[in-house]
């Protein structure tokens, strides 16, 4: 899995604002692509880094912020380093057979999602279709829910509210866990049934911005729907 330069210069910009970095103290710095850990490093305020003893010149510099290595104390319990997490998704508690959701292709950027039982929506009525999974995402990102091209002209249904969107602090939010579902509204006369395992749509991760003196409305404190309250 690379890991974006922006990533590892962020990394160490929060551990010299923090202080959680003292000058002179011992880093592990993680080999991702060969699953290896290479050695120590010792980073100072210029960021000039002791490995294994020996001193990299500025010019050397420059490979330690190229997503090649990642950079985490020495001092943690174990030597199995863990990847840093950035965004994903997790199978919820109470959905034990649920499927993760996909690409289609490589070059696919939305990740298809997977009904986890029946559903039946009543004609011109809407159904949610639960996926029995949660998305983790940094705080300035968003999944957006988008319908599957084939269910408005196939089954006559569309997504209730046109896009949806699950902000990060849905996950593992006290009502639900963070499960994702789509709401589908029947536009037909007939009963649609959704059946487990198929298809529902798909997500897709976005940076968002916020305005200038943004005030937020505070914490979540629900689930589905639960900031339009």
Known sequence: MNKPINYILKALDEFMED??????????????????????A?????????FNGEEWRNDRIPELLSGKYIVQPAECESK??????????????????ARLPERATKHSAGYDFFAIKDVKIL???VGVAWTGIKAYM???????????????????IMLSN??????????????????????FLNITNEIVIIKKGEKLGQGIFEKYMVADNDIHGGERVGGFGSTGK
């Open 19 to 40: 202080n959680r970095l003292s000058f002179g103290k011992s880093f592990y710095l993680y080999d991702w692509k060969n699953k290896e850990v290479k050695g120590y």
């Open 162 to 183: 046109g896009v949806g969107v699950v902000d990060s602090d849905y996950y593992n939010n006290p009502d639900n866990e963070g499960d994702i579902g789509f709401a």
């Open 42 to 50: 010792v980073i100072s305020p210029v960021y000039k880094v002791s």
């Open 80 to 97: 199995e380093l863990q990847t840093p997490r950035i965004r994903g998704f997790e199978i919820c508690s109470t959905a034990k057979d």
């Open 123 to 125: 004609p011109h009525c």
């Open 138 to 156: 940094p705080k300035d990102e968003v999944l957006k829910i988008y319908n599957r091209s084939s269910n408005a002209k196939k089954k006559g």
